[in-house]
């Protein structure tokens, strides 16, 4: 078991430059490296390494688990049941976006794949196969998602989404993306009108399970780690659009995902979060293409949102919490 744990103020764009020399003279180790995140999941995160071997067969890989700050014990069960997987401890939480960071600088040119994946899933047999071989068949592609399957059974429509707009945003906050969901106008965020069986170019896959090419990551860079928990997905996809690289929605394999776990215990804050998230981003990389009267418009929904949400969570006996959308 290997175990570090990085200085708390790293900041992962001060050492690209030379990171990035040392490894160009370093030659690729692995087809795929495989990144968890993880926060106070243990026994989720520990089923999810469990599933790993069947996924992984026929393909060099390596698998890190990065913590941030668990209480729970995650890093000692992992330790003892999984000697062979790496282990980066935080000594606090740093969030989805610094975490993943730490694993994609020091692997980006050690694999020819780098994946993001959730500890609160579930990979079925051969998922990395095949969609490692997806990739390596297109090499347009710099992103790939597969279909994401949640513990009740239904699609995480997650797993393939659009950008959002202020048009979008106006339909979604109306309820018509989920009253008409065939219609390619009301259905543009989560692809509703497309065939969730179907191989699909799209422009967003979610976090849980977004598999990188090492050239994307390259042209692309990190996740920017303004993001603390949600939207980080999202906006990498953005950029890897804006570099000419195709996204892919490959549903030729699935994974289960029990939403929103490491989350729970702090729900009213995560929603915060996502609203917050989706406000950066749309500040970030939309906002540009449209009239303030327009921003001014969209930024007051999606305060209403956030209040009409948080609202209806305190309301509600079970409370929930927003997942990777």
């Not at 860079?221 to 996204?247: A, N, P, Q």
Request: proline fraction near 3%; charge should be positive.
């Amino acid at each position: 078991m290997l175990t570090r744990q990085p200085e708390q103020a790293l900041q992962v764009s001060e050492s690209i430059s030379s990171v990035g020399q040392e490894a160009s003279r370093r030659m690729v180790r692995y087809d795929l490296v495989v990144i968890i995140a993880n926060w106070n999941a243990k026994e989720l995160l520990l089923d999810c390494l469990r599933s790993l071997p069947p996924a992984i067969e026929g393909l060099s890989t390596h698998t890190v688990v990065v913590d941030n700050a668990s209480t729970d014990g995650s890093v000692n069960a992992v330790a003892a049941t999984f000697p062979k997987v790496e282990i980066i401890c935080n000594q606090e939480n740093l969030g989805f976006s610094r975490a993943n960071n730490f694993a994609l600088e020091r692997y980006r040119e050690d694999a020819r794949y780098l994946l993001l994946l959730n500890p609160d899933t579930v990979v079925s047999p051969n998922t990395f196969q095949n969609i490692v071989s997806f990739m390596d068949e297109h090499s347009e592609a710099g992103v790939a998602g597969c279909k994401i399957i949640t513990a009740q059974g239904t699609l995480d429509w997650a797993c393939k989404r659009g950008f959002l707009t202020p048009s979008l945003l106006f339909y979604k906050a109306l309820g018509l993306d989920k009253r008409f969901p065939q219609s390619r106008r009301f259905g543009r965020y989560h692809l509703t009108y497309l065939d969730e069986n179907q191989i699909h170019e799209v422009d967003s896959v979610v976090g849980a399970f977004m598999l990188i090419r090492q050239d994307c990551l390259r042209t692309v860079g990190m996740l920017d780690e303004s993001y603390f928990m949600y939207g980080e997905d999202i906006d990498f996809c953005f950029r890897v659009k804006e570099k000419g690289w195709k996204i892919f929605y490959v549903p030729t394999t699935t994974i289960i995902h029990h939403k929103g776990q490491s989350t729970r215990k702090r729900s009213y804050r995560m929603i915060c979060h996502w609203y917050g998230a989706i406000d950066k981003f749309y500040r970030k990389r939309i906002a540009g293409e449209h009239s303030p009267a327009t921003n001014i418009v969209v930024w007051c929904g999606l305060r209403f949102m956030c209040g009409m949400s948080l609202l209806a969570n305190a309301l509600r006996e079970n409370k929930k919490v927003p997942s990777r959308r």
